[in-house]
């Protein structure tokens, strides 16, 4: 099993939807989950930065991590055709005295005006 | 947030030939890494940069294919030498400002490598 799982996509939404994009992980190390989003010839921005379960907001974006069932969410509402990129997700712990930052595979989002 | 210039942004390169990528930041970071994406894949970690000393390797990634500079606070060059086609991928550069650990992590652009 990989140490993080993401759904693969692609997703293709009409504008204004609600989206949900998804990942499992199977280390209970980690203890931050990071989201970024990545445009086509640019690079990782990151989105949405989290420490330990819960939810946090930043405007139409919405992290939530749930650390007893190891599964993280990203919420986007009202979705726009700006919102059409590459979401990776990303999580990290401290494990064996070393630290690494462990991305999914990430999933293609396409908003249809 | 920082400004974080990676040169050159893409390149076409014989094979056996060596390409050198610059990583810039225009504020002091306090780590830098060099990871490589390719089509379909993770993110993958080749390397922590050292400011002044050796960079330090991720598993299956060695010191002959991909040197590493870090002279400074706020610039590294990743080398990938001996190039061959599966080389062709992208590489990115990124940094840590103000964080705990290694992490939240800032991207650069990334550099568009094909070998032909």
């Known amino acids: 099993q990989k140490e993080v799982e993401q759904d693969p996509g692609p997703l293709s939404v009409p504008e204004g939807a609600i989206v949900s994009l998804n990942c499992t992980y199977s280390n209970s190390a980690f203890q931050y989950f990071m989201w970024y989003r990545q445009y086509s010839r640019k690079g990782p921005e990151l989105l949405m930065y989290?420490?330990?379960?819960g939810n946090k907001e930043d405007g139409r974006f919405t992290a939530q991590v749930d650390k007893s069932s190891k599964y993280i969410s990203l919420f986007i509402r009202d979705s726009q055709p700006s919102d059409s990129a590459t979401y990776l997700c990303a999580m990290s712990g401290r494990q064996g005295g070393s630290e690494k930052l462990v991305f999914g595979k990430g999933m293609k989002l396409t908003v249809n005006p | 947030s920082a400004v974080i210039s990676q040169k050159p942004s893409r390149d076409i390169c014989q094979r056996g030939t060596s390409l050198t990528i610059q990583c810039q930041v225009d504020s002091q970071v306090t780590m830098m890494f060099w990871y490589r994406q390719q089509p379909g894949q993770s993110l993958t970690l080749i390397a922590t940069?050292?400011?002044?000393?050796?960079?330090?390797?991720e598993s299956g990634f060695v010191i002959d294919k991909f040197p590493i500079s870090r002279p400074n606070l706020t610039f590294s060059t990743l080398t990938v030498s001996n190039l061959s086609p599966e080389d062709s991928s992208i590489y990115l550069c990124?940094?840590?400002?103000?964080?705990?650990?290694?992490?939240?992590?800032?991207f650069g652009d990334g550099t568009r490598l094909s070998i032909l």
């Open positions: 989290t420490y330990s379960s």
């Open positions: 990124s940094v840590v400002i103000v964080g705990v650990g290694n992490q939240p992590q800032h």
């Open positions: 940069a050292n400011q002044g000393s050796e960079a330090t390797y």
